[in-house]
């Protein structure tokens, strides 16, 4: 199932640096190969369950009359989109901070050991956050679609 996430966050890995997606692939410098573990499940995993969770507390915990409008959906997919951003941006900058990220994947040095390039920036980490958002999105739409048919008020929002 970890490989189906990295199937999906590889059609937005052009948002963030190609360096970090291969530590998200779970690459390790010191042997060369993949033999890390594959982040993209565990991040995958909480965005897919924040996103269960929007959809279960829109539906069926503010299930009111109120709410069973095309716009009220929309202001509870942009904040679950949001707090995925925030769950993106965090997991990996965290990483990226405390020196968790390899250093092949990090910089490029020169002979002396001096750092010549930067590979992944700050930026990099908040792109992979907004790539994130837009997956909360998709599952957000899913479970939307799988799980409104049981609401009293809001089964037929947003269409």
């Keep these: 199932m970890n490989e189906l996430f990295a199937t999906l966050y590889g059609w937005l890995k052009s948002f963030y640096a190609k360096n970090l ?65 925030f769950v993106g941006y965090f997991y990996t900058v965290t990483d990226y901070q405390t020196g968790m990220i390899g250093d092949c994947l990090m910089f490029t040095r020169d002979t002396a050991g001096g750092i010549i390039a930067y590979h992944i920036h700050i930026a990099d980490c908040w792109m992979f956050g907004v790539a994130n958002a837009l997956m909360s999105v998709l599952f957000f739409i899913i479970f939307s679609l799988a799980l409104k048919w049981k609401s009293r008020n809001c089964k037929y929002t947003p269409f």
Excluded: K, M, Q
């Design 21 to 85: 997606d291969e530590y998200l692939l779970g690459y390790n410098c010191d042997t060369g190969v993949y033999d890390n573990p594959l982040l993209y499940g565990h991040v995958g995993w909480l965005t897919v369950g924040i996103s269960l969770v929007v959809v279960c507390l829109y539906y069926y915990v503010l299930n009111h009359p109120r709410f069973n409008r095309w716009w009220s959906w929309v202001l509870v997919l942009i904040g679950c989109a949001g707090i995925n951003l």
